[in-house]
């Protein structure tokens, strides 16, 4: 069976803009949150995550004391993707993921500070709720 060049061409060209169209709703899907997000906290630990329209980078960092008070820190930095959800976003990485919600006005007093500004919450540390 012989099919024209001019139609398989067609196809692969449909196959293409679906494809094109699929990619840039995911990237345009979290367009509210794009920027860079950091927590603030007395402990040990702290968060830093980037959303870009291409990926979502999430960066971890903690130390802990071992003996003689030798210290060992430690980053973990994930590369994932962002998608929006019913209840809000998700962020989604190679081994987890985790809900967040966009807040225009987050409190600075969870860490001290005064005033509020855009912000992001979610479960980044099992069981409890961390601002961005």
Not at 86 to 100: E, M, R
Not at 109 to 121: H, K, L, M, V, Y
Request: proline share 2%.
């Amino acid at each position: 069976m012989f099919v024209p060049l001019s139609l398989v061409l067609c196809a692969n060209m449909k196959k293409l803009a679906f494809l094109l169209l699929l990619l840039s709703v995911k990237s345009f899907s979290c367009e509210q949150l794009l920027g860079t997000y950091k927590s603030h906290s007395e402990t040990h630990w702290s968060f830093e995550l980037q959303i870009t329209r291409e990926n979502v980078i999430l960066k971890y960092t903690d130390f802990e004391y071992g003996t003689r008070d030798l210290r060992t820190d430690y980053i973990v930095e994930s590369e994932g993707y962002c998608e929006k959800s019913v209840a809000g976003y998700v962020l989604i990485f190679g081994n987890k993921s985790v809900n967040v919600n966009f807040h225009e006005s987050l409190s600075h007093r969870s860490f001290g500070g005064a005033g509020e500004s855009p912000g992001i919450t979610g479960e980044f540390i099992k069981g409890q709720q961390v601002e961005l």
